[in-house]
Antibody, heavy 119, light 105 residues
Framework: QVQLQESGPGLVKPSQTLSLTCTVS??????????WFWIRQAAGRGLEWLGR???????DYNRSLKSRVTLSVDTSQNHFSMKLTSVTAADTAVYFC???????????WGQGILVTVSS | DVQMTQSPSTLSASVGDRITITCRAR??????LAWYQQRPGKAPKLLIY???TLQSGVPSRFTGSGSGTDFTLTISSLQPDDFATYYC???????FGGGTKVEIK
């Protein structure tokens, strides 16, 4: 059974870069035709997808983030990562990683990690 | 991006009730819709995909229907574990509805 686990700092200072990693277990990140996603949930603001990447490293991003987000994948470590630059308090959220397909649903999800942006 | 509107935002119900949640898309999305359940402090869990296909392991009391712009999620007989927040999600731009919180009456 595929499981995903987010890791990274829970506190980031304003204007700095938020870096998170999602480790995949139970299956190789290269198996199947999946995309690997980052999704966040800010209090009172619902769920928002941030970006997706395939095992070959091809990534797409939510235009609303205005090029602040970059995804990468490390197949040797079976994990993928996200960097979000120039963070503000508005980036405070629970960040989830998830597996998905080209145009489809997300399953499974990681448990989520709360990241707070504060000085 | 295709916007998704869910209603109601909150629904009060009792164990055993039949409830229906509605999700409306701003434009035709065919059957490109999924439903999730999220309990407090947990990740969303996929219930239904392609508007009406039940995800493996999900109880049959959950039913999805609809196509085009109007979709519904029905729980035929509400169980204690079902008190949670439910979200719809369309595939094209991965946008989610605002959520429906199902609370105990």
């Amino acid at each position: 059974q595929v499981q995903l686990q987010e890791s990274g700092p829970g506190l980031v200072k304003p204007s700095q870069t938020l870096s998170l990693t999602c480790t995949v277990s139970g299956a190789s990140i290269t198996s199947g035709t999946y995309y690997w996603f980052w999704i966040r949930q800010a209090a009172g603001r619902g769920l928002e997808w941030l970006g997706r990447i395939d095992s070959g490293g091809t990534a797409d991003y939510n235009r609303s983030l205005k090029s602040r987000v970059t995804l990468s994948v490390d197949t040797s470590q079976n994990h993928f990562s996200m960097k979000l630059t120039s963070v503000t308090a508005a980036d405070t959220a629970v960040y989830f990683c998830a597996r998905g397909i080209t145009w489809g649903w997300f399953d499974p999800w990681g448990q989520g990690i709360l990241v707070t942006v504060s000085s | 991006d295709v916007q998704m509107t869910q209603s109601p935002s909150t629904l009060s119900a009792s164990v055993g009730d039949r409830i229906t949640i509605t999700c409306r898309a701003r434009q035709n999305i065919g059957n490109w819709l999924a439903w999730y359940q999220q309990r407090p402090g947990k990740a969303p869990k996929l219930l239904i995909y392609d508007a009406s296909t039940l995800q493996s392991g999900v109880p049959s009391r959950f039913t999805g229907s609809g196509s085009g712009t109007d979709f519904t999620l029905t729980i035929s007989s509400l169980q204690p574990d079902d008190f949670a927040t439910y979200y719809c999600q369309q595939y094209d731009s991965y946008s989610f509805g605002g959520g429906t919180k199902v609370e105990i009456k």
